[in-house]
């Protein structure tokens, strides 16, 4: 366990300039959301290649999913100002294309399409460790309920566009943290 956070600090460390850059585009918090999720990934494989269990009391679960949604919450409504925000893309893909159509830096536009997906993949996660029976659809209709109100503070703050985009890959997130569970289930215990 020890030399897994060993290696994840070694990874985040030498990465740090990649990092860095995002932040003229985003707020400072992104490098302490991306240690976060890198420590964490590398804690389970570890613990998943090595046959171990990690538990967790339940309080420290909702701590930590606190933490890390002020943290996100943070990221999605504190950025740089120079930036141009309060768009609206109603048109599904059209960002997503945009992105892949090389008028983007590489590190911004891979930055943009993973992070909408997996910054949103804790919370997939979370709401099977909660739940006794998670249902795919109740998460789907609570996700895109959660995300659309985001999205609609985002655009009337003027702190984020309101991008159909962004609905479409957080879902798809939440949903591949669902999707992870049994994967997940098989390491982490929760008491």
């Keep these: 366990m020890i030399r897994s956070f060993a290696y994840a600090q070694i990874t985040f460390i030498l990465s740090l300039p990649i990092w860095l850059k995002l932040t003229a585009y985003l707020h400072p918090i992104v490098i302490a959301v991306v240690w976060f999720c890198l420590t964490i990934s590398f804690l389970f494989v570890n613990a998943l290649v090595k046959n171990e269990k990690i538990s967790i009391p ?29 768009e609206i893309n109603l048109v599904p ?20 399409l993973a992070a909408n997906i997996g910054l949103f993949i804790p919370f997939g996660l979370y709401y099977c460790l909660i739940r006794e029976h998670p249902k795919l659809r ?14 609609g503070l985002q655009y009337l703050t003027k702190r984020g566009s309101l991008d159909i985009d962004d609905l479409i890959l957080n879902v798809l997130g939440v949903c591949l943290g669902y999707l992870f569970y049994p994967l997940v289930k098989k390491v982490l215990t929760i008491n």
């Excluded at 893909?93 to 830096?105: A, T």
């Excluded at 109740?138 to 999205?151: N, P, R, T």
């Design 58 to 86: 339940m309080i420290v679960l909702h701590s930590l999913t606190a933490l890390y949604s002020l943290g996100l919450l943070i990221l999605l409504f504190y950025r740089p100002k120079n930036q141009s925000y309060g």
């Design 93 to 112: 893909f059209e960002m997503v294309l945009y992105y892949l159509s090389g008028h983007v830096s590489p590190l911004i536009s891979i930055y943009n």
């Design 138 to 151: 109740q998460l789907i209709v609570i996700a895109i309920c959660s995300i659309s109100i985001i999205e």
